[in-house]
């Protein structure tokens, strides 16, 4: 009795809250059948899979740790509506988020990825075939300054490889003057719808990566998720140029900014309205990535490896999908 009363008076307190409208929108039934072959008759009985999801997605949507995250379920009362626990319940413990990744994999996790697009698209959003694609820098949880005592000389370009607690990453920049910026660690590539403003594809290489060389991994991971008519407009800054034939071999139209020397390509994009709409919404994905990088830890990784910063990005993109979905079909009234 006392739990469904202090659940009944928080919940109409605060209907507008993010968690309730989701809880409202979203059908989380997707979730078990995705993992259900991760998962054995046998043995102990396990968290239900959609109480763990839901516990990531309040990690990367607060931008918290695996046990804070836990902590904060146990004592916040929206937390225990949002993934569906009593409030005798108890929480699971916060190692088994780190389990319940390592149990199912990331193509597990890109086929929830891809499932909450589906789910939007249930709900009534249009997902349009225009796509803006962009990449960010994401710094490795590696102490250089540690690493750097071990440094012999100036001519020794080994110190990093020798020394580092994150062997898949590498030294990255962004442009070639003595100012530009520099990092040591990852890229996470996205592509993103430009009328939604859905992040649609998700790919992460190590920093050393050029960005138009991973145009195609973006287009065919969406392809093949969501159908080859999916896409059929595709920008993108000037580092994205030299693709136009691996686009066209897909029937997609190329509508990345041409270099200021492709004076022939800019004339006649120019005069093309929808490259143009294409364009001029392109400062969408950087808004969308700094996002990411302000609110939700995607700046520097939370773990070492790879494939944990690769899962760090589709989670944080995922949770911010939901968010995307929650405000622009149940957005809060304005004053």
């Known amino acids: 009795f006392f739990g469904s009363y202090a659940y009944q008076s928080v919940i109409d307190r605060h209907e507008d809250h993010l968690l309730m409208r989701m809880q409202k929108l979203i059908d989380w039934s997707f979730v078990e059948s995705e993992v259900a072959d ?40 929206m937390y225990r509506f949002f993934i569906g626990v009593g409030l005798t319940d108890s929480i699971p413990h916060w190692t088994e988020l780190g389990k319940f990744k390592e149990r199912i994999g990331v193509e597990a996790f890109e086929r929830l990825f891809y499932r909450v697009l589906d789910e939007a698209e249930r709900l009534g959003i249009d997902i349009s075939d225009a796509r803006n694609a962009d990449a960010t820098d994401v ?27 994150d062997p898949d990453a590498r030294f990255g920049r962004k442009g070639n003057a003595p100012g530009d910026k520099r990092w040591y660690g990852y890229k996470s590539h996205t592509n ?28 065919d991971k969406e392809l093949d998720a969501r159908g080859q008519d999916a896409i059929r407009k595709q920008g993108g800054d000037k580092g994205y140029v030299g693709n136009t034939e691996t686009l066209c071999a897909r029937s997609i139209l190329d509508y990345t900014i041409p270099r200021s020397g492709m004076r022939r390509e800019r004339k006649q ?56 979905i929650v405000n622009l079909l149940l957005p809060l009234a304005t004053a």
């Open 38 to 77: 991760c998962y054995s008759d046998l043995g102990q009985r396990a968290y239900h899979p959609i109480i763990i999801f839901k516990l990531l997605i309040l990690q990367n949507l607060y931008n918290l740790s695996e046990r804070v995250t836990c902590e904060s379920a146990d004592l916040n009362i």
């Open 139 to 165: 710094r490795a949880d590696v102490d250089l300054a540690h690493c750097r005592k071990d440094k012999q000389d100036e001519n020794d370009r080994t110190w990093v490889d020798r020394n580092t607690s």
């Open 192 to 219: 993103q719808d430009v009328k939604t403003e859905l992040v649609t594809a998700v790919e992460t290489t190590d920093a050393s990566a050029s960005d138009g060389a991973m145009l195609a991994a973006l287009v």
């Open 269 to 324: 994009k120019a005069r093309n309205t929808h490259y143009l709409h294409v364009k001029y919404n392109r400062y969408k994905i950087e808004q969308k990535q700094a996002e990411a990088k302000r609110w939700h830890h995607l700046g520097k990784a939370r773990y070492r490896g790879k494939w944990k910063v690769h899962l760090q990005g589709v989670l944080t993109y995922l949770a911010i999908n939901l968010k995307r």
